[in-house]
């Protein structure tokens, strides 16, 4: 039988007198009752989601048991005999958020023979992404992120890799076809996503016509003849948009796709950034940088790097959220807006915090453990430039941790995504 819970109550109301028993007191669970398929955590759907919109009760109880029934939220429904069972789903659909006890009852007996408290919640989305600050991954790079799949079967990556992957002269031409391979079997085999990360390496924009390569500001040195450490913000919208379609250009000639979600090196995005990521067909953006949680760069070398990032991205803390930002300012939703969404990088990289700062910032996000009344976001990641076994622990550790709250088990609201994927959940306009 299924009833949702509107339409229950009614039908509780009005079949009072007519054999529905009375619910019973919540009391210890019976071991001679089997509670099967009841799940802890029920997710609310969406464009990108589904819902687990049906609670279903499958009771394996003594064979002199005649009659059995359950109340989920006060509200009673039956369940009947099949075979040596008794079985009953109660339909979610219209369900808010929040947590809801179920009981069931016995011949109607005074006491419930099974209590269980499940919740109904809107998902927790967790972005592990990774940043191609050089244009080549090491071999035990590339081990060690498929470890991390390996090791975490529901884990999905959004790759952000540089254009300068084919435009640097110590990546021979043979080796850019294996990197290739390499994210393309990433891609199918995982569901992984290929974005684009820029740091702005002369040996890429000075592949690209129009636009000359500048040697500062650098978030690091005074000057930077190579490109790498200049910031994003200083080409402006035309020349970045120039840059980034040069980028789709360079994927599409190696035999990726055009990319759709975009980090910029250094974090180092301003409004002008955002605006040429619109021009060029990018949907999602996630250069807001969680800065306080970076503070092993305050006073290093030239300082710029944190200070830019302090000042820039004022307001992004641990729990920032993903957002349109108006034309106006960067840090602010509105109209009229940049239409990319801004996915804070509110976790941070590997880099910068611990295993125990990233379990900090997840636990922030899902305050107390109880339902989400709306959908949240929370990013982590790092470099594959650096990653090592050191760093590729202090991942695993939280990866561990998230993993013990995944929707697929029923144990959490978590569900693992790529940063293309959530426009489908926080979209313009709404």
Not at 252 to 264: I, M, V, Y
Not at 327 to 343: C, K, N, R, S
Request: aromatic share 10%; glycine share 10%; net charge negative.
């Amino acid at each position: 039988m299924r009833l949702g819970l509107g339409l229950a109550i009614a039908l509780v109301v009005v079949g009072c007198g007519s054999g529905v028993p009375d619910a019973p007191a919540p009391g210890e669970n019976d071991p001679a009752f089997t509670v099967s398929d009841l799940r802890s955590w029920y997710l609310i759907g969406n464009d990108l989601t589904a819902g687990q919109d049906t609670l279903t009760l499958s009771v394996l109880a003594p064979e002199s048991v005649g009659r059995m029934d359950a109340w989920f939220g006060g509200v009673h429904f039956s369940l009947e005999r099949v075979g040596d069972r008794f079985v009953g789903s109660f339909d979610l659909i219209d369900l808010r958020p929040g947590g809801y006890e179920v009981l069931v009852s016995a011949d109607g007996g005074a006491s419930a023979v099974h209590t269980a408290f499940v919740r109904r919640s809107h998902p927790l989305y967790v972005v592990v992404s990774n940043d191609w600050d050089d244009p080549d991954n090491t071999e035990e790079a590339i081990s060690l992120q498929e470890d991390l799949h390996a090791e975490h079967p529901e884990l999905v990556l959004t790759h952000f890799v540089g254009p300068y992957t084919f435009t640097a002269p110590e990546v021979a031409p043979e080796r850019r076809v294996e990197i290739v391979d390499w994210l393309r079997g990433m891609e199918s085999d995982y569901g992984d996503e290929i974005g684009l990360h820029i740091h702005p390496f002369c040996n890429f924009v000075d592949t690209v016509e129009g636009v000359e390569c500048l040697i500062e500001p650098s978030t690091v040195y005074s000057s930077d003849a190579s490109g790498y450490t200049i910031m994003c913000a200083a080409y402006g919208e035309d020349d970045f948009t120039t840059l980034l379609e040069a980028s789709d250009d360079i994927f599409l000639a190696n035999g990726l796709d055009k990319p759709t979600s975009f980090r910029a090196g250094g974090w180092t995005a301003d409004i002008t950034t955002l605006r040429a990521l619109g021009n060029a067909g990018y949907v999602a953006d996630t250069s807001a940088n969680n800065w306080a949680r970076m503070e092993e760069w305050e006073g290093v070398r030239s300082g710029v790097l944190y200070e830019w990032n302090k000042e820039n991205w004022a307001t992004i803390d641990d729990t920032s959220q993903p957002y349109y930002p108006s034309q106006a300012d960067i840090l602010l939703p509105g109209t009229p807006a940049v239409p990319v969404l801004e996915v804070p990088d509110n976790g941070i990289l590997v880099d910068y915090v611990s295993g125990e700062e990233m379990i900090e910032i997840f636990e922030a996000n899902w305050p107390d453990r109880k339902p989400l009344v709306e959908p949240v976001a929370y990013s982590i990641g790092y470099h594959p430039s650096n990653f090592r076994v050191g760093l590729k622990d202090r991942m695993s550790v939280a990866l561990t941790h998230v993993d013990q709250f995944l929707a697929s088990d029923g144990d959490g609201p978590v569900v693992y995504e790529t940063l293309s994927n959530l426009v489908r959940v926080w979209k313009p306009g709404e």
